[in-house]
């Protein structure tokens, strides 16, 4: 991630810690399901739903995480895989955050004409924002 601050090998860590979540059993991971019907996104998704009006099965698992912030700890799922690598995790998001995110919404703002901290200053609050590993 040019220009960020970030390191590959930090992206490539990341990547690795996903991954080892995602190669474990299905049944482990089945443990902690996204609970889409109660509009809760934070957890495993497991790919079975077909697309569209079709036969065609979206195979893609992901395991979305919620940003690390207390009132959101509850949301975090309880997978014993994760939870040493927790403040790792948490420590990137916000690296993520500060770095990519925040300029980008910067940017919007200033584009649309906007004040530059009309999309980042709402961001910046404690509210749920996700991050994802998935496979495809």
Do not use: W
Not at 58 to 78: G, Q, V, W, Y
Not at 103 to 129: I, M, N, R
């Amino acid at each position: 991630m040019e220009n960020t601050g970030i390191t590959d090998e930090e992206v490539v860590r990341h990547h690795s810690i996903g991954q080892a979540f995602l190669d474990q059993p299905l049944e482990y991971k089945r443990s902690y399901p996204c609970d889409f019907k109660n509009g809760n996104f934070f957890g495993f998704r497991e790919g079975f739903r077909l697309m569209g009006n079709t036969n065609v099965k979206d195979n893609s698992e992901a395991l979305c995480l919620p940003k690390i912030t207390p009132s959101m700890a509850h949301e975090f799922p309880r997978f014993d895989l994760l939870e040493p690598f927790k403040p790792e995790i948490e420590a990137f998001q916000r690296k993520i955050h500060e770095r990519v995110l925040t300029p980008l919404l910067k940017l919007f703002a200033l584009f649309l004409e906007l004040p530059e901290d009309y999309f980042a200053g709402v961001s910046t609050s404690d509210p749920a924002c996700c991050t994802c590993t998935d496979t495809t």
